[in-house]
């Protein structure tokens, strides 16, 4: 007897992802595409417009990418599972139910109601429900509130027979992981499978990631432009390979998908989600194959007894200037300039009775402003100053972007312009994070095709999972392992993305950074060097909490969780990197000193995917002695 193998295939990684993905994954053999929309942030843009049209609600582009494709997909019984419901699923359903009748084609529309709780938000406020870190309670107003689901209606939703099954908010592994509970008949109690199913979807859920994008060695992807989606063949066991359409661009490769199994995890041993408490801390990769990695290793335990909720709320407005500026010391042209529109804005507030801005933010982008003080580039002869500004009142704005404008008139010779004209007002949004109990929330429903709702039974567990983290702290040994005999002349100071790579993320306003060793041995002396205290000062400039550190074993990896290190996080922080997705690339330029040994090894293995870059740390290594 063959074995069963589900090929579910990771076409949309985001709002705004390429829609060359469909046709790319439909040339290969799948039996799914999951297409994944949602984030804090889309949740907020999909309740505004809905709020103005009742029709709206949910990202058009997932209508727009699939409706060509929907004859091939009836025809060849591909299903389809989507959080692309957003705000408003039913909507959705009607949409893609619609296009798929102009085009004479029949399909078994499902939907997923159950994640909105705007209906609750008296209850809710009434017991008295904190915010999850800063115990602040519920806004007065809030423009969503949905709790994240999980994979037990998408389940129920292809088991009565549904093609398409359209979700609101759920967690975003849900959609591989409903699919595979479908396939293979996994139990809710079978927690290692519900692990390792969570596991395939997180690793499909950005799309291409997983795949080389955002890769830490980005030299060695090849065919951006053509870059290949992931499909992940996935075993009854739980194990599974990732593997890409042939043809395509990008990278398969070990250090490539370690990166994506811990972006945006915070403890890798304890990933709470709502089926299962997944524990991808053992979790191993294997190269079987040019473009396949064989993942094994997940194990789980019982999920806790709550949903995570996500909640957005409008908290003021925001403007956001940039202005171009060329010549000597333009960095501190680019600061006065800031400062005086600041200060004029508020000399004529005052004069107008208004109250002061609620923040003002200035970066300086060509002098390395996310760095502060260990800026290298504050000679720059070409800058863009960004200058962002909070008020409670629109109007307030308005003013002070009408004063932008004369800054070519009034402040530093080789003001170049505006970038993208005046500056225009728009909601500051906010993400306000708790939990609730799941048996204090109605059962999620699912409805498919025209059939009416029915009620989904979720397990209720009793209190939170055991929780398995793996935290160390440097053993006090020597920066370099005791089995090394190597002399201080032996010694070399590089970078450690000489000995390891990394990817960043966003946990709300905290980021996480996972660092993966180049080899298995090098774990000992980076548990040493890469202490949580020396992550904090290296982020010192922005991270205002407690540094983790977690380890993650099988990856040979460490995963530092950074808190309150993103101001306010991703919608509502004024960086330009309000997700944290540089601090990977910041942390590999720490400098540590290693024997030359290593160095010589590494840059001697021809076909690592680090070659350039440690022949280029060795090359410079060398220079700088000569001088």
């Known amino acids: 007897m063959t074995e069963k193998i589900v090929r579910i295939a990771g076409a949309s990684g985001a709002w705004g992802d390429s829609p060359m993905s469909i046709p790319q994954l439909l040339g290969a053999p799948v039996d799914y595409l999951v297409m994944d929309y949602l984030a804090e942030v889309t949740m907020s843009l999909l309740a505004r417009a809905k709020r103005k049209n009742a029709e709206a609600g949910f990202p058009p582009d997932f209508v727009a990418y699939l409706t060509p494709h929907l004859k091939t997909i009836a025809e060849r019984g591909i299903r389809v599972v989507t959080n692309a419901g957003g705000i408003n699923p039913q909507a959705c359903k009607k949409t893609i139910e619609d296009a798929a009748r102009e085009l004479g084609v029949s399909l078994r529309v499902a939907v997923v109601l159950g994640d909105d709780l705007m209906p609750s938000l008296d209850t809710l406020r009434a017991a008295g429900i904190r915010e999850a870190l800063s115990k602040a309670p519920l ?47 996994w139990q809710s109690d079978d927690y290692d499978r519900l692990a390792a199913g969570s596991l395939v979807g997180h690793l499909l859920e950005c799309g291409p990631q997983v795949t080389g994008g955002l890769f830490t060695d980005w030299e060695s992807v090849p065919d951006w432009h053509n870059i290949g989606y992931p499909i992940a063949h996935c075993h009854a066991d739980g194990t599974f390979i990732v593997t890409k359409p042939e043809g395509t661009g990008g990278l398969l490769s070990v250090p490539s998908v370690a990166e994506q199994v811990l972006y945006e995890i915070g403890d890798p041993a304890a990933y709470l989600l709502p089926d299962v408490t997944a524990d991808f801390s053992g979790v191993e990769l294997e190269q079987v194959g040019a473009q396949e990695v064989r993942v094994s290793g997940a194990r789980g335990r019982a999920p806790t007894s709550k949903y995570k909720v996500s909640a957005t709320f409008q908290d003021g407005w925001r403007a956001i200037a940039l202005i171009a500026i060329v010549g000597t010391n333009a960095a501190g042209k680019a600061e006065r300039t800031a400062h005086a529109l600041i200060e004029r804005a508020r000399m004529l507030f005052r004069e107008q009775d208004w109250a002061d801005f609620s923040a003002t933010h200035v970066e300086v982008l060509g002098a390395e402003a996310s760095y502060g003080s260990e800026s290298r580039a504050r000679d720059a002869r070409e800058v863009v100053l960004r200058l962002v500004v909070d008020h409670k009142d629109p109007r307030a704005l308005d003013l002070f972007a009408r004063q932008v404008g004369a800054v070519g008139l009034s402040f530093a010779q080789g003001t170049a312009g505006l970038i993208g004209g005046r500056p225009k007002a728009a909601p500051l949004v906010r993400l306000f994070t708790f939990f609730v109990d799941k048996a204090s929330l109605q059962a999620p429903t699912i409805a498919v095709g025209g059939d009416a709702f029915r009620p989904v039974r979720i397990p209720l567990n009793d209190g939170a999972s055991v929780h398995a983290s793996v935290r160390t702290e440097p053993t006090p040994t020597a920066e370099i392992p005791p089995t090394s005999q190597s002399s201080p002349q032996e010694l070399e100071e590089v970078e450690l993305h000489v000995l390891a790579h990394a990817r960043s993320g966003d946990k709300g306003n905290s980021s996480n950074i996972a660092i993966f060793c180049r080899k298995p041995e090098y774990m000992p002396f980076l548990r040493n060097v890469l202490t949580p205290k020396r992550i904090s000062d290296h982020f010192a400039a922005v991270v205002d909490g407690p540094v983790e550190r977690f380890e993650a074993p099988g990856l040979s990896a460490f995963n530092f969780l950074l808190q309150n290190a993103l101001a306010g996080g991703g919608m509502a922080s004024p960086r330009i990197d309000p997700q944290g997705k540089a601090y990977g690339q910041r942390a590999l330029e720490l400098r540590v000193s290693v024997p030359k040994a290593w160095l010589t090894e590494l840059a001697g293995q021809r076909h690592d995917p680090v070659e350039s870059t440690v022949n280029h740390a060795v090359n410079h290594a060398s220079s700088a002695q000569k001088q």
């Open 139 to 185: 806004p007065s107003q809030l423009l969503s509130a949905n709790a994240y689901l999980g994979a037990l209606p998408i389940a129920a939703a292809l088991e009565q027979g549904a093609d398409i099954v359209i979700t609101g908010r759920c967690v975003d592994s849900a959609l591989a992981l409903g699919a595979l509970i479908h396939e293979f008949g």
